[in-house]
Nanobody, 133 residues
Framework: EVRLVESGGGLVQPGGSLTLSCAASGFSFSDYGMGWFRQAPGREREGVATIDRDGATNYRGSVAGRFTIFKDSAKKILYLQMNNVNPEDTATYYC???????????????????????????WGQGTQVTVSS
């Protein structure tokens, strides 16, 4: 059974930093593409950052240069380092994973519109991030 469990959310002041973690189990971590997505009240879910199985990354424009996605394949943990956050980053953040294999080929997320991947196969329960003074 695939399990994704997020942690690390909370209240942070504007300009502050936060690191989210996603502990994964039940699948071959190194063979899946993964990502962080977020959803604020009244808004659609949107892509934040993705990482392909080869480590290639992709970011939403509004977070590029502030957020960093990375993974520890030995520990099977996906991270999102969030720096210089602002109130527009307030949302529930979700970790997602998908084998992204169609017709025997892996389909990379890097270089593509990140919102194309809002329907990955497996999702965590989410962790709330609130940016407020």
């Amino acid at each position: 059974e695939v399990r994704l469990v997020e942690s690390g959310g909370g209240l942070v002041q504007p300009g502050g930093s936060l690191t989210l973690s996603c502990a994964a189990s039940g699948f071959s971590f190194s063979d899946y593409g993964m990502g962080w997505f977020r959803q604020a009240p009244g808004r659609e879910r949107e892509g934040v950052a993705t990482i392909d199985r080869d480590g290639a990354t992709n970011y939403r424009g509004s977070v590029a240069g502030r957020f960093t996605i990375f993974k520890d394949s030995a520990k099977k943990i996906l991270y999102l380092q969030m720096n210089n956050v602002n109130p527009e980053d307030t949302a529930t953040y979700y970790c997602a994973a998908d084998p992204l294999v169609v017709g025997g080929y892996y389909h990379k997320m890097a270089g593509q519109d990140i919102d194309r991947f809002r329907n990955l196969a497996y999702w965590g329960q989410g962790t709330q991030v609130t940016v407020s003074s």
